[in-house]
């Protein structure tokens, strides 16, 4: 048989995200109306750009996160689908991250705009360190949105019989959590925006379980394992293009 049901309990796997990414936004918007909080906590991160280490980890972080949890995701698929996952539960999932990556860093951009709000460079000009400028603008944080959309459900989703593989989620777990700080660090967003980036991913989360198991259902496992290899391919290279920029 070619295809293979996702198995998930509607009433906790669908509902859950939702909550999550209410209490997100509900902080999100606690750090971004109480007068201060979050020019405070980026005003506290002005001495990172007077350390030269740290400055460059935060920066290498930033850029190279993304794309080596892409390579991490990569291989897995590459070892762990195919003839080993006869069932089809493991390209199941991983076509979960997939859609989910994409669709959060979409409805993350797509927010931006509805939302309108300017960069703490803009806002906070002259009371921290960054200067540099940035092409979009700042509620929510893209490169939350994006890491914690491969992050939530890599770490969530029972994938099987994949050696280590608390090893991998712990690895990128720890990646998603660095990348998101380091938007703080090198005040490139408020806090709020990495919040409402974590929230973004959540709220998306159960969308990309429903489009994975139609996906599935028409598709079947090898077609399904085609497309999450050719939309890792895809990230993998729009990630290194913004990492260049």
């Keep these: 048989m070619d295809t293979y049901k996702i198995s998930i309990n509607p009433n906790r796997s669908y509902l859950l995200p939702f909550v999550f990414a209410g209490v997100f936004f509900v902080l999100a918007f606690i750090y971004w109306s109480v007068p201060g909080l979050d020019k405070s906590i980026l005003t506290a991160h002005n001495q990172i750009f007077h350390n030269s280490m740290l400055l460059g980890f935060f920066t290498f972080i930033t850029d190279a996160g993304i794309p080596f949890s892409i390579i991490i995701c990569s291989v897995l698929v590459y070892f762990h689908t195919g003839e080993k996952d006869e069932k089809g539960e493991n390209i199941n999932y991983f076509l979960i991250v997939v859609f989910s990556l994409f669709i959060a860093g979409i409805m993350g ?82 806090l709020s925006d990495v919040m409402g980036g974590v929230a973004v991913a959540f709220l998306f989360f159960s969308v990309s379980v429903l489009l994975a198991e139609k996906y599935s259902k028409k598709y079947g496992i090898r077609k399904s394992r085609n497309f999450v290899i050719i939309l890792l391919c895809l990230a993998f290279f729009l990630a290194f293009l913004e990492m260049s920029l």
């Design 109 to 190: 951009d797509v927010l931006k705009l509805i939302v309108g709000r300017e960069r703490p460079v803009v806002e906070l000009a002259g009371a921290i360190e960054s200067i540099k400028t940035h092409r979009t603008l700042s509620f929510p944080s893209g490169h939350t949105a994006k890491i914690m959309g491969l992050v939530i459900p890599f770490v969530t989703l029972p994938f099987i019989k994949i050696k280590y593989l608390n090893v991998y989620k712990g690895i990128i777990l720890l990646t998603g959590v660095i990348v998101a700080y380091s938007r703080i660090a090198l005040q490139a967003h408020f």
